[in-house]
């Protein structure tokens, strides 16, 4: 029998209601091959995918809670991070930008964008407030490894264009409110 109790790390607001801080739940941490994903029915992270030998995730990578993309996921977030956290864990950070891409399986393309924060508490990223921030080879690289990554799952990701905080938190803002009215009856889609 499942337990109805759920990860309280996935229940919690996109952003911390005192500090302002994007909550950002870590799936799968940088340097492992190992790909984990939340399973809801189960309140347990799972292994998803291997990646091939020699490639690894570059930063922790994991989920905003409460939100949903267009691919029905909850958005992901890309943290830069002093060191590698563990599956579960919340970190609390701050939108530098996002990537705006496609990705393709099956013949069906839908946007997947790739949010990019860093963890508030950092000390190597502390003065990192933007992608334009960062080293143009660096972004460059992290598009790269999502193309890569996707390509061995048999999926096409194709960056369209970066954007900075403002944008990223416009997309938070508008998964937040995906998420708010998928988990409303429909009587209740009507009345608000």
Same mark, same amino acid.
């Given at each position: 029998?499942?337990?109805?109790?759920?990860?309280? =790390?996935?229940?919690? *607001?996109?952003?911390?209601? !005192?500090?302002? %801080?994007?909550?950002?739940? #870590?799936?799968?941490?940088?340097?492992?091959?190992?790909?984990f994903k939340y399973d809801s029915d189960?309140n347990v992270y799972k292994l998803s995918?291997?990646?091939?030998?020699?490639?690894?995730?570059?930063?922790?990578?994991?989920?905003?809670?409460?939100?949903?993309?267009?691919?029905?996921?909850?958005?992901?977030?890309?943290?830069?991070?002093?060191?590698?956290?563990?599956?579960?864990?919340?970190?609390?950070?701050?939108?530098?930008?996002?990537?705006? =891409?496609?990705?393709? *399986?099956?013949?069906?393309? !839908?946007?997947? %964008?790739?949010?990019?924060? #860093?963890?508030?508490?950092?000390?190597?990223?502390?003065?990192?407030?933007?992608?334009?921030?960062?080293?143009?080879?660096?972004?460059?690289?992290?598009?790269?490894?999502?193309?890569?990554?996707n390509q061995v799952k048999g999926k096409?990701?194709?960056?369209?264009?970066?954007?900075?905080?403002?944008?990223?938190?416009?997309?938070?803002?508008?998964?937040?409110?995906?998420?708010?009215?998928?988990?409303?009856?429909?009587?209740?889609?009507?009345?608000?």
């Amino acid at each position: 029998m499942v337990s109805e109790t759920r990860n309280a =790390a996935a229940s919690l *607001e996109p952003f911390d209601p !005192e500090t302002g %801080d994007l909550n950002a739940v #870590v799936d799968t941490p940088k340097g492992s091959r190992n790909k984990f994903k939340y399973d809801s029915d189960h309140n347990v992270y799972k292994l998803s995918g291997v990646l091939p030998a020699g490639a690894v995730f570059p930063f922790d990578f994991g989920f905003v809670p409460s939100t949903l993309g267009e691919d029905g996921d909850a958005l992901d977030v890309l943290l830069l991070m002093d060191e590698p956290a563990f599956p579960g864990c919340v970190i609390p950070a701050r939108l530098i930008g996002v990537i705006v =891409a496609d990705q393709t *399986e099956d013949g069906k393309t !839908e946007r997947n %964008d790739r949010l990019i924060a #860093v963890a508030s508490n950092s000390r190597n990223h502390a003065d990192v407030e933007s992608l334009d921030d960062l080293s143009n080879n660096l972004v460059k690289e992290i598009e790269h490894f999502f193309i890569s990554y996707n390509q061995v799952k048999g999926k096409e990701f194709r960056p369209m264009k970066r954007s900075g905080p403002k944008a990223a938190r416009g997309l938070v803002e508008a998964g937040h409110h995906k998420f708010q009215k998928a988990r409303m009856g429909p009587s209740q889609q009507r009345a608000a």
